[in-house]
């Protein structure tokens, strides 16, 4: 069995598509047991994306809710580092709208801000802007200044990238 727990943040290091600020607990098959994994954002692209898969069913068996919303996000997070695009975004907007449903408001912002990174890269400007400007809204909402200034970041780059939409 497989199981993605709530997000850990720690100190920041690195940089990248994604920050190293974020670590998800994943309980993985062991010989004695299960076994837990710290897994960071640059491992993430290690990661095969089933076994998140199957940590989002456990959560929607058990009807963890809360748990497959950010097991959503996590997905999305994995699969657009792993330039699986059509799925990161499909993963993004369904944790966005349960997030959404679930008034997880942090977790929604994080969705749309793995969409905005996303479309950026993937050279779709107005749908970065328009994801990266939600996020950069709810973070100043919420006072999260760490994710703020992320947010910002992104929409600085998207803004000076070149226009393929």
């Known amino acids: 069995m497989v199981v993605v727990a709530d997000a850990v943040l720690f ?3 690195g940089s990248g598509s994604l920050p ?34 199957q940590a989002l069913d456990v959560a929607r068996r058990s009807s963890q809710r809360g748990r497959e919303a950010h097991a959503l996000r996590f997905l999305g997070d994995v699969r657009a580092l792993r330039s699986e695009a059509n799925q990161a975004v499909e993963s993004y907007e369904r944790g966005l709208t349960l997030g959404g449903e679930l ?10 801000l793995g969409l905005g990174r996303l479309y950026r890269r993937t050279g779709k400007r107005l749908e970065a802007e328009e ?7 709810m973070y100043r909402e919420m006072d999260m200044r760490f994710w703020l200034e992320k947010a910002e970041k992104e929409m600085a780059e998207s803004a000076s990238a070149p226009r393929s939409d």
């Open 131 to 137: 994801h990266l400007d939600t996020a950069t809204t």
């Open 11 to 13: 100190a920041g290091f």
């Open 103 to 112: 008034g997880m408001r942090p977790l929604v912002a994080h969705c749309h």
């Open 20 to 53: 190293l600020t974020e670590a998800v607990l994943v309980m993985v098959p062991a010989v004695a047991g299960a076994v837990a994994l710290m897994v960071t954002a640059s491992f993430a692209a290690l990661l095969p994306p089933y076994l998140i898969q």
